[in-house]
């Protein structure tokens, strides 16, 4: 089980704060913070191209409230690897509020789909992302373990977190699963009534 070292999320100042899952009503909100955290041309980034039409995994995409305040969200995509097309997950986009970081909900929002993905028998997790916040969670440098992003120019950031034994041996390129229908996609794009953003 999967325990945040440096502090405990779940005691530290927790009353006024709690993690629900992600909901079509919610997802506008949620692509609104993240636009607020990582800036609109985020949708550029490579590992874009791996979400894009593509039904993300509900069961794991989570959002994180503070004193009522939607203050973080976590979303997970299902992704195939190498040329036996392993399933895996890409985690992605984390993002907590600029005004709500740093008291613990990034860790939160980790622990909780973490050991979620481990119950549901996912093999392997991968992301981009800053190493020096994803190695607390156990994630390791992909690439000299094989595996690689196309069109990733940085490399060093993609990184891993296997859930079951021998992933590490079998290192590949991610590519895309199969995408959806416009219709099923259609709920993340429903407008946000006034006064719940
Ligand atoms: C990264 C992020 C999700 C973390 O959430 P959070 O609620 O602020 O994090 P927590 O309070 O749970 O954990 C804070 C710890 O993470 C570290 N941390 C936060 N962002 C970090 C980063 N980009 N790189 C390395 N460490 C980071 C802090 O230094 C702190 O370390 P400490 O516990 O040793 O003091 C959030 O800060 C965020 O959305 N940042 C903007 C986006 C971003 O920078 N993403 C980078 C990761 S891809």
Redesign the pocket.
């Known amino acids: 089980m999967l325990t945040n070292q ?2 405990n ?1 779940l005691s530290v100042e927790a009353t006024k704060r709690h993690l629900e899952l992600e909901t079509p009503v919610i997802s506008t909100r949620v692509e609104r913070l993240y636009d607020d ?2 800036g609109v041309g985020r949708r550029h980034k490579a590992s874009y191209t791996f979400r894009d039409s593509i039904a993300q995994s509900r069961d794991l995409s989570w959002v994180a409230y503070e004193e009522g305040e939607l203050a ?1 969200a976590i979303r997970y995509w299902p992704i195939a690897v190498g040329p036996s097309k392993r399933p895996a997950l890409l985690l992605g986009p ?3 509020a600029s005004h709500r ?7 939160l929002l980790m622990i909780k789909t973490l050991n979620l993905a481990a119950r549901l028998g996912h093999s392997m997790i991968l992301l981009v ?2 190493p ?2 994803y190695r607390r969670f156990g994630f390791l440098p992909a690439s000299p373990w094989g595996f690689s992003m196309p069109g990733e120019t940085r490399p060093e950031r993609l990184q891993l977190l296997p859930l079951r034994q021998g992933q590490l041996t079998c290192g590949g390129e991610i590519e895309r699963v199969q995408p959806v229908s416009a219709t099923v996609l259609a709920w993340r794009h429903q407008p946000v009534p006034a006064g719940r953003r």
């Open positions: 440096t502090r999320p955290v990582f973080g984390l993002a907590v970081a740093g008291r613990g909900l990034g860790s992302g800053d020096g916040f």
